[in-house]
Antibody
Framework: QVQLVESGGGLVKPGGSLRLSCAASGFTFSDYYMSWIRQAPGKGLEWVSYISSSGSTIYYADSVKGRFTISRDNAKNSLYLQMNSLRAEDTAVYYC?????????????????WGQGTLVTVSS | SYVLTQPPSVSVAPGQTARITCGGNNIGSKSVHWYQQKPGQAPVLVVYDDSDRPSGIPERFSGSNSGNTATLTISRVEAGDEADYYCQVWDSSSDHPDVVFGGGTKLTVL
């Protein structure tokens, strides 16, 4: 079955870096767009970044632009999120999700499925 | 930036119908997607493209979208439907496209 498993979360000091990974299985990874979405403790969902199947199209939320970098390795069926200059407000559970493209806009549509998430805590 | 507005909470008795709204400027011109999230779990897609259901989602879940409001309707509500529900769109109307989530609605089954 389709499965996404995140790893790489943990405790990091403000200004530090962390690299998240997402291992995909059960589907042809190279055919799908992928995304990272986060959820701060007790808060709602916030989209972080999105990458096309080939990696040629990438979008970021304003809150992470210039600090986070999304990438993928289709040969390894893996998605990554390099997070630099981390701030306390980046503390959240980070989910990777498979993304479907909207026919009308060719932009990211819905996300299905989602991984179980990995917790990133930014604190001194 | 585009804003999606959801009521913080909705309460309904078992067997009744729950309606969760998602308001946005001319949201009827966008495709709306809905997720269910139970405590300690990842979100699950329940409706996509306004009104389509993924395989495995009960027919009790349906969606509609028109004007400035999209609605997720859950018929014959069960205790297991108690969860947070989020709407989501892709906003390509500005020079900075963005994926937008609503603030979430907590559905309580009385």
């Amino acid at each position: 079955q389709v499965q996404l498993v995140e790893s790489g979360g943990g405790l990091v000091k403000p200004g530090g870096s962390l690299r998240l990974s997402c291992a995909a299985s059960g589907f042809t990874f190279s055919d799908y767009y992928m995304s990272w979405i986060r959820q701060a403790p007790g808060k709602g969902l916030e989209w972080v970044s999105y990458i096309s199947s080939s990696g040629s199209t990438i979008y970021y939320a304003d809150s992470v632009k210039g600090r986070f970098t999304i990438s993928r390795d289709n040969a390894k069926n893996s998605l990554y999120l390099q997070m630099n200059s981390l701030r306390a407000e980046d503390t959240a559970v980070y989910y990777c999700a498979r993304a479907f493209v909207e026919m009308a806009t060719r932009g990211p549509g819905w996300f299905d499925p989602w991984g179980q998430g990995t917790l990133v805590t930014v604190s001194s | 930036s585009y804003v999606l507005t959801q009521p913080p909470s909705v309460s309904v008795a078992p067997g009744q119908t729950a309606r969760i709204t998602c308001g946005g400027n001319n949201i009827g011109s966008k495709s709306v997607h809905w997720y269910q999230q139970k405590p300690g779990q990842a979100p699950v897609l329940v409706v996509y493209d306004d009104s389509d259901r993924p395989s495995g989602i009960p027919e009790r879940f349906s969606g509609s979208n028109s004007g400035n409001t999209a609605t997720l309707t859950i018929s014959r509500v069960e205790a297991g439907d108690e969860a947070d529900y989020y709407c989501q769109v892709w906003d390509s109307s500005s020079d900075h496209p963005d994926v937008v989530f609503g603030g979430g609605t907590k559905l309580t089954v009385l």
